[in-house]
């Protein structure tokens, strides 16, 4: 449990990373109340350092007593290491941010996003999951719809940058972009296929039912969040040639009938949301505007002619903050609020 204090020792483990460097510029644009910052990475990284707020940093690389005095830990190195080191962090009295998907469907795990339901980071055990970049800025929209109406079935494509794979991935689709504008035939590392040019409708492994991982995260942690159970999704996850936000066409049938000016009065009043829906004026959200922004957009905001009780939106946000590091570092706000 956190002890309130009035500054923390916060580690961001994965510093080095897309969400790690992230989740460096957060903790500082948002004046996060850091008595010390250590960073961690792989031994790749080794005798690198990283700036927060005009000083060096060295990265180090992890070890049983890395956690030592640690009060905060971002976790964002992926799955397997969030298995290995959250337990020992946790062990060492610090509170675990993490933002792998290892224990996001955990019950002894809350799953949180800010807006939605912090309550929920009242009964953790030192871990705290952030969820996955495509369903958290969904959920930030959907909820107060939902709690206006009561959302039945939610039909999401997704449109996903590379960043939200990770920094490989952009570099490879600098190579290949650079590549094919030279003649060159392109080299294929991270994706099966040809990223630059292209949209691959596969994100993360495909299961038995013929969904990808992606796709049933969004299912499945959308109904953890919103705490429904009946919430009835199905989702497309595409990756797309751009580097950062994630766009995504949503469609909902609700309980009762809510206009698209009712929508728009509803998220205009919620946190976290920027109504953006002027089509007359070419007004609606690209992902080219939203980069680097906190909020999420929504627009194209508009009735499902085909069903009685649906509306039609689209939204995007900054996979990079939104979808990750500024949910992290807003859930460690809150349990300072909390403390
Ligand atoms: N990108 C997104 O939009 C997004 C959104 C939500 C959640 N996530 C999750 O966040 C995590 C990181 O994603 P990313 O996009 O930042 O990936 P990334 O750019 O590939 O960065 C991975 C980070 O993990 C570190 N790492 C790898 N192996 C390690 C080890 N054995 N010990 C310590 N550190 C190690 C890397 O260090 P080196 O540089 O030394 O290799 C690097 O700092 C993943 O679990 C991902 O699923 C990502």
Same mark, same amino acid.
């Given at each position: 449990?956190?002890?309130?204090?009035?500054?923390?020792?916060?580690? @961001?483990?994965?510093?080095?990373?897309?969400?790690?460097?992230?989740?460096?510029?957060?903790?500082?644009?948002?004046?996060?109340p850091?008595?010390r910052?250590?960073?961690?990475?792989?031994?790749?990284?080794?005798? =690198?350092?990283?700036?927060?707020?005009?000083?060096d940093?060295?990265?180090?690389?992890? %070890? #049983?007593? %890395?956690?030592?005095?640690?009060?905060?830990?971002?976790?964002?190195?992926?799955?397997?290491?969030s298995?290995?080191?959250?337990?020992?962090?946790?062990?060492?009295?610090c509170?675990?941010?993490?933002?792998?998907? =290892?224990?996001?469907?955990?019950?002894?795990?809350?799953?949180?996003?800010?807006? @939605?339901?912090?309550?929920d980071?009242?009964?953790? &055990?030192?871990?705290?999951?952030?969820?996955?970049?495509?369903?958290?800025?969904?959920?930030?929209?959907?909820?107060?719809?939902?709690?206006?109406?009561?959302?039945?079935?939610?039909?999401?494509?997704?449109?996903?940058?590379?960043?939200?794979?990770?920094?490989?991935a952009?570099?490879?689709?600098? $190579? $290949?972009?650079?590549?094919?504008?030279?003649?060159?035939?392109? =080299? *294929?590392?991270?994706?099966?296929? $040809?990223i630059a040019?292209?949209?691959?409708?596969?994100?993360? #492994?495909?299961? +038995?039912?013929?969904?990808?991982k +992606?796709?049933?995260?969004?299912?499945?942690?959308?109904?953890?969040?919103?705490?429904?159970? /009946?919430?009835?999704?199905?989702?497309?996850? @595409?990756?797309?040639?751009?580097?950062?936000?994630? %766009?995504? /066409?949503?469609?909902?049938?609700?309980?009762?009938?809510?206009?698209?000016? +009712? @929508? &728009?009065?509803v998220? %205009?009043?919620?946190?976290?949301?920027?109504?953006?829906?002027?089509?007359? *004026?070419?007004?609606?959200?690209?992902?080219?505007?939203?980069?680097?922004?906190?909020e999420?957009?929504?627009?194209?905001? &508009?009735?499902?002619?085909?069903?009685?009780?649906?509306?039609?939106?689209?939204?995007?946000?900054?996979?990079?903050?939104?979808?990750?590091?500024?949910?992290?570092?807003?859930?460690? +706000?809150?349990?300072?609020?909390?403390?």
């Amino acid at each position: 449990m956190l002890k309130k204090k009035n500054t923390y020792v916060v580690a @961001v483990v994965g510093a080095t990373g897309a969400v790690g460097n992230e989740m460096i510029a957060t903790l500082e644009r948002r004046d996060f109340p850091v008595e010390r910052l250590r960073l961690f990475a792989s031994e790749r990284s080794e005798g =690198q350092t990283l700036v927060f707020k005009d000083k060096d940093i060295p990265v180090e690389t992890l %070890s #049983a007593k %890395s956690f030592r005095g640690v009060d905060i830990a971002l976790l964002s190195a992926g799955g397997e290491r969030s298995k290995t080191w959250a337990p020992v962090a946790v062990k060492s009295g610090c509170v675990v941010i993490d933002n792998s998907s =290892q224990w996001r469907m955990d019950p002894h795990v809350p799953l949180v996003v800010s807006e @939605v339901n912090p309550h929920d980071l009242k009964w953790h &055990r030192g871990i705290i999951a952030n969820p996955n970049c495509s369903t958290m800025q969904m959920v930030v929209v959907l909820k107060p719809i939902h709690d206006a109406v009561k959302i039945k079935r939610i039909v999401v494509t997704t449109f996903q940058s590379v960043s939200g794979t990770g920094k490989k991935a952009m570099d490879e689709l600098i $190579q $290949q972009t650079v590549d094919l504008l030279n003649f060159r035939p392109v =080299q *294929k590392n991270v994706y099966p296929h $040809q990223i630059a040019f292209n949209c691959i409708p596969h994100i993360d #492994a495909f299961l +038995e039912n013929g969904y990808t991982k +992606e796709e049933m995260k969004m299912v499945n942690e959308t109904r953890k969040i919103m705490g429904d159970d /009946s919430i009835m999704v199905t989702a497309t996850t @595409v990756r797309v040639p751009i580097f950062r936000c994630h %766009s995504e /066409s949503l469609n909902i049938e609700t309980e009762k009938k809510i206009t698209p000016n +009712e @929508v &728009r009065s509803v998220l %205009s009043a919620s946190p976290g949301i920027v109504v953006y829906d002027a089509p007359a *004026k070419n007004i609606y959200p690209l992902a080219v505007d939203v980069a680097e922004k906190d909020e999420i957009y929504v627009g194209r905001i &508009r009735e499902d002619e085909s069903i009685d009780q649906g509306i039609n939106m689209w939204i995007v946000a900054d996979n990079l903050r939104k979808g990750a590091a500024l949910n992290a570092v807003q859930i460690a +706000e809150k349990l300072i609020e909390m403390t």
